[in-house]
Every structure is written in structure tokens, then in C-alpha cells.
Nanobody
């Protein structure tokens, strides 16, 4: 059974940092493209960042570019999202997503709340 489990969310003040983790069981994340999405109350889910299978390509939404960094944890079967200089508008539930050859897996999400 495939499971993606996000962790690392919490409450932080404006300008603070958090590191989200997406840990997988049942699949090897190195073979999947991984994306982070977020969904704020009353808003649609939006893509935040993604990393390709070969590590060579990363993507960031304009709203987080320069502040967030996606990375793979190599042997730990984990993908991270380092979030710096957080803003209240970053408040949302953050989800990780793994995709490969039509297979699509989601985690349950982790709440990030940034206070002003």
C-alpha cells in the first residue's frame, strides 16, 4: 500500500521558516516526479513547487520563488520543502504529490499557518 505522509507544518510568525517533509512508503520517490501543492480556505488547490525525477529540473510558483526550496532526501525516501520568509498569504494546507506513468499519489496534507 502506498502512503505519502507530510509533516513539519505548524504556526509561525511572518518572516519565519518551516521545513515540510513528505515521506513515502510503498514506492521509491526517486522514481517519481514530486510536487507540493497548497490549498487555502475558500481557494482552489495550487501548485507550489515540483522536482523532476532526474533532480535536474525544479519549478516554483512566482509567489514562492526565492523563498521556498524543494529537495530530495536521497536515501531517506523523503522530499522536503524548505520555506523561508513566510508570509500570512502562505497559510494553507500543504500536500505532496507523486506522479509517474499515470500513477498519482497524494498525502493527507499538513497545515501551515503564518501569523502577522
Amino acid at each position: 500500500q502506498v502512503q505519502l505522509v507530510e509533516s513539519g507544518g505548524g504556526l509561525v510568525q511572518r518572516g519565519g521558516s518551516l521545513r515540510l517533509s513528505c515521506a513515502a512508503s510503498g514506492i521509491t520517490l526517486d522514481y517519481y516526479s514530486i510536487a507540493w501543492f497548497r490549498q487555502a480556505p475558500g481557494k482552489e488547490r495550487e501548485g507550489v513547487s515540483c522536482i523532476s525525477v532526474n533532480y535536474h529540473s525544479t519549478y516554483y510558483a512566482d509567489s514562492v520563488k526565492g523563498r521556498f526550496t524543494i529537495s530530495r532526501g536521497n536515501a531517506k525516501n523523503t522530499v522536503y520543502l524548505q520555506m523561508n520568509s513566510l508570509k500570512p498569504e502562505d497559510t494553507a494546507v500543504y500536500y505532496c504529490n507523486a506522479q509517474r506513468s499515470g500513477r498519482d499519489y497524494w498525502g493527507q496534507g499538513t497545515q501551515v499557518t503564518v501569523s502577522s
